[in-house]
Nanobody, 115 residues
Framework: QVQLVESGGGLVQPGGSLTLSCAAS????????MAWYRQAPGKQREWVAG???????TYKDSLRARFTIYRDNAKNTMYLQMNSLKPEDTAVYSC?????????WGQGTQVTVSS
C-alpha cells in the first residue's frame, strides 16, 4: 500500500505561482513513475505531467512552459511548480504513483486562480 498526500493548494491571483507537494508513505526510490493530474469543474480529469524514478519528465504540451515537475526522493516527495497561473488552471490537482504494477492516488488539493 502507498499513501499519497497532496498539499500546497489554495487561492492565487492570475499571474501568480504555487508549488504543490505530493508526499509518499514509502521510499520514493521504490516508486517507478509519479504524475500530476487535474480535474476542473464539469470537466474530465486530465494528465498534467509525469516523472520517472530517474527524473525524466514529460508534460502536457500546453503546460510545459509554465509548469515544472520534480521529485526529491530523499524526502519521498514530488512537486509541481506552477507559474503564471490562469483562471483556467483552477482545478483539483491530484498525484498518483505506480508501484509494483498498481496505481495509487492522493486525495487531491484545490487550486483556485481568481482575482
Amino acid at each position: 500500500q502507498v499513501q499519497l498526500v497532496e498539499s500546497g493548494g489554495g487561492l492565487v491571483q492570475p499571474g501568480g505561482s504555487l508549488t504543490l507537494s505530493c508526499a509518499a508513505s514509502i521510499s520514493a526510490f521504490d516508486i517507478n513513475t509519479m504524475a500530476w493530474y487535474r480535474q476542473a469543474p464539469g470537466k474530465q480529469r486530465e494528465w498534467v505531467a509525469g516523472i520517472t524514478s530517474g527524473g525524466a519528465t514529460t508534460y502536457k504540451d500546453s503546460l510545459r512552459a509554465r509548469f515544472t515537475i520534480y521529485r526529491d526522493n530523499a524526502k519521498n516527495t514530488m512537486y509541481l511548480q506552477m507559474n503564471s497561473l490562469k483562471p483556467e488552471d483552477t482545478a483539483v490537482y491530484s498525484c498518483n504513483a505506480l508501484y509494483r504494477f498498481k496505481v495509487y492516488w492522493g486525495q487531491g488539493t484545490q487550486v483556485t486562480v481568481s482575482s
